[in-house]
């Protein structure tokens, strides 16, 4: 899902994962809290609901440090009130975030799932025990519709979200803003 953009972008695409998957991906195997990559090599790292996965996500989040480049840019988007899925270990608050991304210049803090869509959650959970999980995906997308109209009247996100997004900056590197 994020291969296309990635390359879209300028970008040469990386998957790590543990395990092959039937698909082909990842493309990488191998272990958040080991990299296998040098200091300062990497322009942007993206965790997308991973970091509650991770048994030690602190040692995680320092492995993304070192293998960024300074300027290089970490996006991040974790659960905060969301259903158990799996082999969850964690969740996130602000405060939280905050704590763990310490080291890092902020760039960008969102809610892009809130309350409608916490709701929907809930719904759909019910939804699916009744035989009528058919309905997940419209129930996503209008959900998804009317908090990104409350969202957009919002300078933080609220305490009271489904989940973040987090952009941050190793410090150092260009002071344009822009990543090499």
């Known amino acids: 899902m ?17 395990t092959q998957g039937p698909t082909g991906e990842p493309t990488l195997i191998g272990d958040a809290h080991r990299l296998p990559f040098r200091d300062d090599v990497i322009d942007v790292v993206v965790s997308k609901e991973t970091l509650e996965h991770f048994s030690e996500p602190a040692v995680a989040v320092a492995e993304v440090f070192r293998v960024l480049k300074p300027g290089g840019l970490l ?17 996130y608050s602000p405060l939280g975030l905050d704590h763990l ?11 892009p799932l809130w309350i409608f869509t916490l709701a929907g959650l809930g719904i759909l959970e019910v939804l699916k025990r ?6 997940a995906g419209a129930m996503r997308e209008m959900c998804a519709r009317l908090d990104g ?6 300078a933080r996100p609220a305490g009271f979200a489904a989940a ?10 260009r002071s344009d803003g822009a990543v090499t």
């Open 130 to 135: 009744i035989g009528l999980g058919a309905a």
């Open 75 to 91: 996006i991040i988007l974790v659960p905060f009130m969301h259903p158990f899925h799996g082999n969850d270990l964690y969740r």
């Open 149 to 154: 109209f409350i969202m957009r009247r919002r």
């Open 2 to 18: 994020l291969r296309a953009p990635a390359q879209d972008l300028g970008y040469r695409y990386l998957n790590l994962d543990l």
């Open 164 to 173: 973040y997004r987090v952009v941050a900056r190793k410090p150092g590197g």
């Open 101 to 111: 991304l310490r080291r890092f210049e902020p760039v960008s803090f969102d809610s």
